[in-house]
């Protein structure tokens, strides 16, 4: 059963504040750091140029989108920027300091405090399937039967050949392509602290074309 933290409620329009960082992110950010090092593992939000780059690999702007690890709401703003409204982004995240941030920030979005691997019974409720899953998670530091599972969780939720969108800060997945999986490394981006990856998994539909293949890093 979804437990949000916030729902729709008749608030003004944030046309004006979409693409503008909070002036206390940094601290926000750090506080969370602080709670929960190793589930943050990283020393800065995600950079405009990453956050965008990961919303840009959305479909369309039709459906639900899941975001994994939001923490100040770096990505969760530009998955606005990029279309989808708020009210229409479902997020899961952990970390205490980081849901009140968010809370805060996004008072629309339908947020669900919980571990991520968690989320079959997190999000469970709804039969509706997710135009993309966007995840902030640092999978590299679970071990492989865990990464797994979440991929394999969140691609179970998604509508046929959407994307699990993947931050890393590595050049190798964080799980290798398999006769079931396809991973794709979809964007390098120099302008982020550290510089890091955008990799695209993605459920092998039958009939998939070989082309799609040769994309995979394995
Ligand atoms: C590297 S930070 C990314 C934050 C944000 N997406 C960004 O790009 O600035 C990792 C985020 O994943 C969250 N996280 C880590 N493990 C989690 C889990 N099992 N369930 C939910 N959130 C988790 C952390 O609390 C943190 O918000």
């Not at 039967?145 to 590595?170: E, M, N, T, V, W």
């Not at 550290?194 to 799609?212: L, Q, S, T």
Request: aromatic share 4%; glycine share 8%; with cysteine.
């Amino acid at each position: 059963m979804m437990r949000l933290l916030s729902e729709a409620t008749a608030l003004p329009p944030r046309a004006d504040r979409i693409g503008a960082r909070p002036p206390n992110e940094k601290a926000a950010f750090l506080r969370g750091l602080i709670a929960r090092p190793l589930d943050v593992s990283a020393l800065m939000p995600s950079s405009k140029h990453m956050a965008r780059a990961m919303a840009e690999l959305i479909p369309g702007n039709d459906g639900p989108v899941l975001e994994l690890g939001p923490g100040t709401g770096a990505v969760t703003d530009a998955i606005i920027e990029h279309g989808v409204p708020e009210g229409r982004i479902v997020a899961i995240e952990c970390n205490r300091p980081f849901i009140a941030a968010l809370t805060k920030r996004f008072p629309r979005l339908k947020l669900i405090e919980g571990d991520a691997s968690q989320m079959a019974s997190l999000v469970g409720g709804s039969r509706e399937r997710f135009s993309a899953v966007v995840s902030g998670l640092p999978l590299i530091n679970l071990p492989m039967h865990k990464r797994r599972a979440i991929i394999d969780a969140a691609l179970a939720r998604l509508k046929p050949g959407a994307p699990f969108i993947q931050i890393s800060y590595r050049g190798r997945p964080a799980v290798p392509a398999s006769p079931t999986l396809s991973v794709t490394r979809a964007r390098r981006i120099w302008r982020n602290l550290p510089p890091g990856y955008v990799w695209v998994y993605r459920r092998r539909e039958p009939g998939m074309m070989p082309a799609d293949r040769s994309e995979d890093i394995p």
